[in-house]
């Protein structure tokens, strides 16, 4: 019954994930913002909602190893997986914004959610505020280096103009739909692999770093692989990149806020954030050695794989 609940949940997750982007989008673009706003900043928020609810919860339910697992495991899989798989498929090119800033601004959130979890075992209210200003800090330089880029069109591309036509009757509906479906399917994901853990004897924390992060990841990864299959440029580096410190800032930030997220398990100081940390600092020589700025199938290949030995490590352990 566990594993029917996780399905029903992961299926729950991307559909309210789903309809929560169009509300999101569209509401957007009722209130006239810029199409390259809208995607830097509302869809960045609204597709971190299936973390942000499944943290919340497992927090709320006092299982706050579920809630660092989820965001450690989600960050894991965004690049090992899901970059892995789409380089695979297609090899992603490289713009010079990856080495300037976005990949120096995610190592650093990644190794700040080290230290804090370091020094003393959790993340307070008052580090998670912290967290979120320090977003609110990377937002204003990531819109304001976006403004001068003179790709601001092709990038802003990949937000659908035609959610700016729905009516707020139907914004509305997708709002209620997306958000239903995002507190049942948080709700009984939770509960299932609680259950699934006890009834085979792993912890919590490792269903959650492996089967519930790769659930939440599930939307990322069909977008990739669909965008890769159809040679579109609807992914790329930098969209991952950003997902992983909205996973960090914005999901346990806002989920420190509601209550102190505590360090349950070992295994998350212990071996998960050094992987973590491992798969993002690797980006930077996978993206000059041998080709340069370019991360093809091999490359691809390489991060798929080390993917799968985390997950047999952390089933194993």
Do not use: C
């Not at 690049?79 to 380089?87: E, H, R, S, Y």
């Not at 739909?177 to 004897?201: H, M, R």
């Not at 071996?271 to 691809?300: D, S």
């Amino acid at each position: 019954m566990s594993i029917f609940f996780i399905l029903v949940g992961l299926v729950l997750l991307v559909v309210g994930g789903e309809f929560l982007v169009r509300a999101s989008v569209g509401l957007s673009f009722k209130l006239n913002l810029s199409k390259m706003v809208i995607g830097l900043t509302v869809v960045s928020f609204a597709t971190s909602a299936p973390e942000l609810l499944v943290s919340v919860q497992a927090a709320l339910d006092g299982s706050s190893d579920i809630a660092l697992g989820n965001v450690i495991g989600s960050n894991i899989a965004n690049i090992g997986l899901v970059l892995g798989i789409t380089a695979v498929i297609s090899a992603l090119a490289i713009d010079r914004d990856f080495y300037r800033f976005n990949w120096p601004v995610m190592v650093l959130f990644s190794l700040a959610l080290y230290f804090l979890l370091s020094n003393d075992g959790k993340l307070t209210a008052v580090e998670g505020g912290g967290l979120l200003a320090a977003l609110g800090v990377y937002l204003f330089f990531l819109i304001r280096r976006a403004r001068k880029s003179r790709e601001e069109e092709e990038d802003a591309d990949g937000v659908d103009e035609g959610l700016g036509q729905a009516s707020y009757f139907k914004i509305f509906i997708w709002l209620f739909i997306g958000a239903l479906a995002l507190y049942f399917g948080s709700e009984w994901l939770v509960s299932g692999a609680k259950d699934l853990a006890t009834a085979v004897g792993i912890s919590e924390y490792a269903i959650s770093v492996t089967v519930i992060a790769i659930g939440t990841s599930v939307p990322e990864l069909a977008a990739s692989v669909i965008a890769a299959l159809k040679k579109e440029k609807a992914i790329s580096l930098g969209n991952l990149i950003g997902s992983n410190i909205f996973n960090i800032a914005s999901v346990l930030g806002f989920t420190s806020l509601i209550k102190d997220i505590n360090v349950v398990d070992d295994a998350i100081l212990g071996t998960n954030i050094y992987w973590m940390l491992g798969f993002a600092i690797v980006l930077l020589p996978l993206a000059f050695i041998p080709k340069t700025l370019q991360i093809g199938r091999f490359k691809g290949l390489f991060l798929v794989g080390a993917y799968i030995l985390f997950i047999a490590l952390a089933f194993a352990a």
